[in-house]
């Protein structure tokens, strides 16, 4: 409307000026000059006018321990620097309740426009009961979003043939080694491309010592995705599908590792809930599979040089797929701004965001050149880091579906009593095939 008035007005000027011209120029004064003076000003006014017509909004997002994490400052503060009219309030929980705390909001249709989930699995849930909303017209009619650059994440996000998330960050499961023992052994590092059988002929090389002084050749942590990640990274494994022989071989392995004492007691661990990082970084072990996440904490406290390369299979398969863990983000279900949450998730996922978690060490779902420069710039890395960041297939380790979350912890139980020898590898797999897919079905 304003725009309408001042170009009325601007029309009635220029007629006026018509009529005045009409007259002598000794009869009128010149005005042409302040004409266009007064022109310009209000031109200004009008351009300020509307940029102080835009209305600020504050966001409601939903975030586990960001008190104490860096990242999630200096993204919020890169994101209000550059939205000046969007504010951020961050409602937090600790990790441990965080997953329960969303239900138990949700439930009690809390207004938060963005929401982060700490897996797949509470992302089906969270599907399951209508607390987020579809992304897809927003991804279709952004021309600024890139969805190849999420690897192929982005439809992995998907169920009922709708996108739910976009990936924050993701992990690939790697196969970490303490170069420093491997050197003082005279032993060749691990490669890309070793089978299982090379693995174990590794670990067992690598073993040494006794007692509190002993090197273990490789280590296994307690989670169930410890074991069937190795044959899901290659395709080879679906969680929830019918058929899980595809674990047995890898069972076979970890518990004759077990047994000749080339990986630790997996009952010892559990009951001492000894956390992966401790055995690595006191050198107890040489060779231990984790996910990326892992990065960010050996550049801030290994004493030590170390390396890595692709987690071995049955077949030999090398660094051509990866496999991991996937962090979302979604709108809420009962957001009250779609459209400013939309510009959050899109900046904290997209290539700004995704340079604040690489140099923190944290592999962000955003796929570019600059995040491989930083992650091979980190102190201590090995050379050739980048080489495991990014992957033209990407499986995730558990996918959406409705029941994930029970499924997943059906396979859990059923690990601990394989691992602890509980129940044989086919009986317990039979048991694990049976459960889920009543579950899933």
């Known amino acids: 409307m304003k725009r309408k008035v001042f170009s009325y007005l601007l029309i009635a000027a220029m007629v006026s000026s018509l009529f005045a011209g009409c007259?002598?120029?000794?009869?009128?004064?010149?005005?042409?000059?302040?004409s266009e003076e007064t022109q310009v000003e209000e031109v200004k006014e009008e351009e300020t006018a509307t940029e102080d017509s835009v209305e600020d909004v504050t966001i409601r997002v939903s975030l586990w321990d960001y008190s104490s994490t860096q990242y999630y400052k200096d993204q919020i503060a890169a994101f209000e620097k550059a939205y000046p009219h969007i504010k951020?309030?961050?409602?937090?929980?600790?990790?441990?309740?965080?997953?329960?705390?969303?239900?138990?909001?949700?439930?009690?249709?809390?207004?938060?426009?963005?929401?982060?989930?700490?897996?797949?699995?509470?992302?089906?849930?969270?599907?399951?009961?209508?607390?987020?909303?579809?992304?897809?017209?927003?991804?279709?009619?952004d021309a600024d979003f890139d969805k190849s650059a999420y690897s192929n994440l982005t439809d992995q996000m998907q169920m009922n043939g709708k996108t739910y998330g976009v990936p924050y960050r993701k992990d690939n499961i790697l196969l970490y080694y303490n170069k420093d023992l491997f050197d003082a052994a005279g032993v060749d590092y691990p490669q890309d491309g070793m089978t299982m059988?090379?693995?174990?002929?590794?670990?067992?090389?690598?073993?040494?010592?006794?007692?509190?002084?002993?090197?273990?050749?490789?280590?296994?942590?307690?989670?169930?995705?410890?074991?069937?990640?190795?044959?899901?990274?290659?395709?080879?494994?679906?969680?929830?599908?019918?058929?899980?022989?595809?674990?047995k071989p890898y069972y076979e392995t970890f518990l004759k590792m077990q047994d000749e004492g080339l990986i630790m007691d997996y009952g010892t661990l559990k009951a001492s809930n000894t956390h992966y990082s401790g055995v690595f970084y006191n050198k107890q072990v040489a060779m231990m599979e984790m996910g990326t996440w892992f990065i960010n904490?050996?550049?801030?406290?290994?004493?030590?040089?170390?390396?890595?390369?692709?987690?071995?299979?049955?077949?030999?398969?090398?660094?051509?797929?990866?496999?991991?863990?996937?962090?979302?983000?979604?709108?809420?279900?009962?957001?009250e701004h779609p459209d400013e949450a939309w510009e959050f998730i899109k900046f904290v996922t997209g290539e700004e965001?995704?340079?604040?978690?690489?140099?923190?060490?944290i592999l962000p779902g955003y796929s570019c050149d600059a995040v491989d420069e930083i992650f091979d710039a980190l102190p201590g890395a090995p050379e050739n880091l980048s080489d495991y960041l990014s992957a033209d297939t990407?499986?995730?380790?558990?996918?959406?579906?409705?029941?994930?979350?029970?499924?997943?912890?059906i396979i859990s139980e059923e690990h601990d009593l394989i691992m602890t020898k509980s129940i044989s590898v086919?009986?317990?797999?039979?048991?694990?095939?049976?459960?889920?897919?009543?579950?899933?079905?």
């Open 23 to 34: 007259g002598s120029k000794a009869d009128t004064p010149d005005t042409s000059a302040a």
């Open 88 to 141: 951020v309030d961050v409602a937090e929980a600790p990790a441990g309740d965080y997953e329960d705390m969303i239900i138990t909001k949700m439930a009690g249709r809390e207004n938060y426009d963005v929401v982060f989930t700490k897996g797949l699995p509470s992302l089906s849930a969270l599907i399951s009961m209508n607390y987020v909303q579809p992304l897809d017209d927003y991804i279709a009619n």
């Open 297 to 335: 904490m050996l550049v801030e406290n290994a004493d030590f040089n170390w390396g890595v390369c692709s987690v071995p299979n049955v077949d030999g398969v090398g660094n051509t797929c990866a496999v991991g863990g996937v962090t979302p983000v979604m709108i809420g279900a009962y957001a």
């Open 353 to 361: 965001g995704a340079k604040i978690l690489a140099s923190n060490g």
């Open 197 to 247: 059988d090379d693995y174990y002929e590794l670990a067992k090389k690598m073993t040494s010592g006794s007692g509190n002084e002993k090197i273990y050749g490789a280590h296994l942590h307690t989670w169930a995705s410890c074991v069937f990640l190795f044959p899901r990274r290659v395709g080879q494994f679906d969680p929830w599908g019918t058929d899980k022989s595809a674990l």
């Open 426 to 441: 086919d009986d317990g797999l039979k048991e694990m095939e049976e459960r889920v897919n009543a579950v899933i079905e």
């Open 394 to 409: 990407f499986y995730v380790d558990t996918p959406l579906n409705p029941n994930g979350k029970e499924a997943d912890s």
